[in-house]
């Protein structure tokens, strides 16, 4: 099916929702419509944690990255990063990114293999997927994680609401296993609109559970995975 027939519906915070967005459409074409429903709210904690000058900063998201960088002395300052929208992130704000280019387990084979000195403090969100502090201890190396922001529930727009009762299929991009659980609760009963989820890894798979229907998986954790995985779930759509 041509996604000009369809919904683009997006849970991700705004601004990751609107770049991402554009990259879809970039590659594959405009859709009928894309809703941008963010099911999370990335809010700052206060006050920010003290960050030893000499340690090892570990990021897995670009939230942290953003919350973090106005705090972090010495611009210039080597960080090690999950993936390329993260270590992006971490350029934009005047840091200098090792880039793992896949998940936690990325990182911590990077980090693992690069053997930083000092203390590895890996600055997340209260609610975190993947331990990255546990894997990198079986590596025999020192770390602890520091939560810098909670990513506080919301209910899905009016316009979300509607688009799941509405009759144009939609694709849903899932990044996040806790956006994924809070997605599959918030959706009362069975959609009437025919529903594509995209997951970006099988912890999202799983936490979507055993609500219908099954999705399709990227088969890996990048944008470029996931927009080929979009794609693919765009062709379950029959045309009829």
């Not at 992006?88 to 980090?111: I, Q, S, T, Y």
């Not at 209910?155 to 990044?175: C, M, T």
């Not at 954790?221 to 765009?234: G, V």
Request: aromatic share 6%; hydrophobic share 50%; with cysteine.
């Amino acid at each position: 099916m041509n996604p000009s027939k369809l919904t683009l519906l997006l849970t991700r915070p705004a601004p990751a929702s609107a770049r991402f967005a554009a990259e879809v459409e970039g590659q594959l074409g405009a859709f009928a419509e894309v809703i941008a429903s963010p099911i999370l709210e990335i809010v700052p904690l206060v006050p920010f944690p003290g960050v030893p000058d000499g340690a090892t900063l570990a990021f897995t998201s670009e939230n942290a990255v953003r919350v973090a960088a106005p705090f972090l002395s010495a611009p210039g300052r080597v960080v090690w990063c999950v993936g390329p929208r993260t270590a992006e992130a971490a350029r934009e704000a005047g840091l200098v990114p090792k880039d793992a280019k896949g998940d936690a387990a990325d990182l911590a084979a990077l980090l693992a293999t690069d053997a930083p000195r000092g203390d590895i403090v890996h600055l997340s969100g209260l609610h975190q997927a993947g331990d990255l502090v546990a894997r990198l201890r079986r590596a025999g190396l020192a770390a602890r994680r520091v939560a810098i922001y909670d990513q506080i529930a919301r209910p899905l727009s009016e316009a979300a609401l509607a688009a799941f009762d509405g009759a144009r299929p939609i694709i849903l991009p899932l990044f996040s296993p806790r956006s994924a659980r809070l997605l599959a609760g918030a959706l009362p009963g069975r959609p009437r609109a025919p529903v594509a989820p995209v997951f970006f890894s099988q912890a999202v798979a799983a936490a979507w559970g055993p609500k219908p229907p099954p999705g399709v998986t990227a088969e890996d954790p990048n944008a470029d995975a996931m927009i080929t995985a979009i794609a693919h779930a765009i062709d379950t759509f029959s045309d009829a």
